[in-house]
């Protein structure tokens, strides 16, 4: 059964620091989403992307950071420089056509920033 | 705006018994409602969801979802639980209009924890 993969699992780096999240979606699906768990909270919609550009956005997805598909396969998140309040669990899910279709997630990136 | 509150954050029951895990949301247009699930050290998994029709929707394995449009609410409910149901539940809304990427709004989730 196809799935949506991330890399690294856990990511550890020092403030200031870039880190970039890594997401491989299901291979035919076209909508890709970025969302946050801050240990304890909600889950949070970061962004969305679609037709090689962001579609929606968050107010939480400030100029720090940026999406890709750099290569057709991979969907990254890039923060470039980690606060320690960007500690929390990203995960990245993705969606075929059609609307309100079931977003497949990812089993998340644990990021900590110390 | 919309929002979604899950009152329980932990839910402690005996197997077998039965498990209610309550959702009420806030929104000033139609939602789509949704149920997701997350089993320790995995990604979340869609249980069941409503777009229309019957407001009572099933998953496969057990569960049950009834949307409640005059009480904005669509609970969590399983007559009997088995250990394997252990996990946390994030109930999710989207909005259902024209050019929404679908973009999902979550509770805080509820840790389910089945004991035998």
């Known amino acids: 059964e196809p799935e949506v993969t991330q890399t690294p699992s856990h990511q550890v780096t020092q403030m200031g620091q870039e880190v970039i999240l890594r997401c491989v979606p299901i291979s035919n699906h076209l909508y890709f989403y970025w969302y946050r768990q801050i240990l304890g909270q909600k889950v949070e919609f970061l962004v969305s992307f679609y037709n090689n550009e962001i579609s929606e956005k968050s107010e939480i997805f400030d100029d720090q950071f940026s999406v890709e598909r750099p290569d057709g396969s991979n969907f990254t998140l890039k923060i470039r420089s980690t606060k320690l309040e960007d500690s929390a669990m990203y995960f990245c899910?993705?969606?075929?056509?059609?609307?309100?279709?079931?977003?497949?997630f990812g089993p998340g990136t644990r990021l900590t920033v110390l | 705006a919309q929002s979604v509150t899950q009152l329980d954050s932990q839910v402690p029951v005996f197997e077998e018994a039965p498990v209610e895990l309550r959702c009420n949301y806030s929104?000033?247009?139609?939602?789509?409602l949704f149920w997701y699930v997350q089993y320790p050290n995995q990604g979340l998994q869609l249980l069941l969801k409503?777009?229309?029709?019957?407001?009572l929707v099933e998953s496969i394995n057990g569960f049950e979802a009834e949307f409640n449009k005059s009480q904005t609410s669509f609970h969590l409910r399983k007559p009997s639980v088995h250990i394997s149901d252990t996990a946390e539940y994030f109930c999710?809304?989207?909005?259902?209009?024209?050019?929404?990427?679908?973009?999902?709004?979550f509770g805080k989730g509820t840790k389910l924890s089945v004991k035998p």
């Open positions: 899910a993705s969606r075929g056509t059609g609307n309100y279709n079931e977003q497949f």
């Open positions: 999710a809304v989207s909005e259902p209009s024209e050019g929404s990427q679908g973009n999902l709004i």
């Open positions: 929104s000033s247009v139609s939602v789509y």
């Open positions: 409503y777009l229309s029709g019957s407001t």
